[in-house]
């Protein structure tokens, strides 16, 4: 599975959106990027994934390059109860695999007031 | 509808001691997952299996065991308790069909001493 980079640590006011970045640059065809949060040591909550078309649900909006080398995870109005780490994660696609996911250190978000 | 449950919620363990941190899920997932996390890093994967009956080892397998003789458990067993164990420790599951996001319990932190 590809491996993805991102930034340590970003903060956000309250409000305004908050854009996260994450970096897949070796990235398959047949991966998926996904984006996990989690929450003061609960367990990881999923908040939407993608392949390469732009996704939106009720959470956040995932946008993906179109060389799917990277892509953003946007919270379109931060609160504070949306600080959290947040992991970037790419795994394979379809039904015969492990379905692993593997977590690297993640983006620590700080919400402010 | 419970999703994914750990039991117990918290254990501490004498070195040497022996336990086994209980996982079930009501949603018919065949892939299970364990990860354990220790304070201030991101998860990393000990053991999956894709149903029961199937197991392997993930990032960091030492020390531990599974089994999976039904779709809903997923055991995860400690022998001789280190205290390099001492961490919290997640299970996951999810349908392992197409892009399904993953269910995760709420965690068994674990302490040994």
């Excluded at chain 1, 179109?66 to 379809?94: F, M, Q």
């Excluded at chain 2, 363990?13 to 991101?42: E, F, V």
Aim: overall charge positive; hydrophobic content about 30%.
């Amino acid at each position: 599975d590809a491996k993805t980079t991102q930034p340590t640590s970003m903060d956000c006011a309250e409000g305004r959106a908050a854009n996260l970045p994450c970096n897949h640059s070796t990235i398959s065809g047949n991966e998926y990027v996904y984006w996990y949060r989690q929450i003061h040591s609960q367990g990881p909550q999923y908040i939407i994934h993608g392949l390469k078309n732009n996704e939106t649900n009720e959470m956040a909006s995932l946008i993906i390059t179109e060389d799917r080398k990277s892509s953003t995870l946007i919270l379109p109005h931060a609160t504070l109860r949306d600080t959290a780490v947040y992991y970037c994660i790419v795994r394979v696609r379809g039904s015969g695999n492990t379905g692993k996911l593997i977590f690297g250190q993640g983006t620590t978000l700080q919400v402010k007031p | 509808n419970a999703g994914v449950t750990q039991t117990p919620k918290f254990r501490i363990l004498k070195i040497g001691q022996s336990m086994t941190l209980q996982c079930a899920q009501d949603m018919n997932h065949n892939y299970m997952y364990w990860y354990r996390q220790d304070p201030g890093m991101g998860l990393k994967l000990i053991y999956y299996s894709v149903g029961a009956g199937i197991t392997d080892k993930g990032e960091v397998p030492n020390g531990y065991n599974v089994s999976r003789s039904t779709t809903e458990d997923f055991p995860l067993r400690l022998e001789l308790a280190a205290p390099s164990q001492t961490s919290v420790y997640f299970c996951a599951s999810t349908t392992g069909q197409g892009s399904g996001g993953y269910t995760f319990g709420s965690g068994t932190r674990l302490t040994v001493v």
